[in-house]
């Protein structure tokens, strides 16, 4: 799915947010819980309740007491959104599993990054393999804007992830504009850097 289109779906979930925050009382619908698995139910429960429950005491739970537990739609909804957000930032993290996998799964595993260690990978290394995700649809390029002392070689090093990322630059170069007429920063302490996002 393009960025584009998951911010168009939280615009929707946010506004949709004050409406079922009147509704908190109502038992969530049957049928929007059907779309949630129980580990996905049990994931909301802790993400709402984390200081009440644990992972480990919800996992001895049936269905019927985990939908008694997150009581509303609106904790579903919330869910839902921290959920898109996070999955808008999350950046790949290259583990050696996920590269045994990958080769696997693609047929490639003669390829001379299947038989080396990802700790021994350099730059080169590791852009041959994205280039590889991006041929078999795995992963994407895209930009997000970082404060300007944000080099980029340090954009998958930063604590505080981009809040949204851009399909072209184009886009991240508008979102500056927009962000300069509301005068928090000046154009000098804004920059756009491209990343690899995981599809």
Do not use: C
């Not at 002392?149 to 184009?170: G, M």
């Not at 500056?176 to 990343?195: A, P, Q, W, Y």
Request: charged residues 25%.
């Amino acid at each position: 799915m393009k960025l584009r289109n998951y911010k168009r779906i939280l615009f929707f979930l946010n506004r949709l947010e004050s409406f079922l925050e009147s509704e908190k009382e109502l038992k969530p619908s049957s049928e929007l819980s059907n779309y949630y698995t129980d580990g996905e139910l049990r994931e909301i429960i802790h993400w709402l309740y984390r200081d009440v429950w644990s992972k480990n005491a919800l996992g001895f739970m049936e269905r019927s007491q985990l939908l008694e537990l997150i009581n509303s739609n609106y904790g579903i909804l919330l869910w839902t959104i921290y959920s898109l957000e996070k999955s808008m930032t999350n950046a790949p993290n290259i583990t050696q599993s996920d590269i045994d996998t990958f080769f696997q799964r693609t047929q490639n595993e003669l390829h001379y990054l299947a038989s080396k260690p990802v700790e021994e990978w350099d730059e080169y290394d590791t852009s041959n393999y994205r280039s590889l995700l991006v041929k078999t649809g795995t992963t994407k390029k895209v930009f997000a804007i970082f404060t300007s002392d944000v080099l980029a070689e340090d954009v998958y090093a930063v604590t505080t992830k981009p809040s949204y990322f851009f399909d072209t630059k184009e886009e991240a170069e508008d979102e500056i504009n927009n962000i300069l007429v509301e005068g928090k920063f000046t154009r000098d302490e804004l920059v756009v850097h491209s990343l690899w996002l995981l599809t």
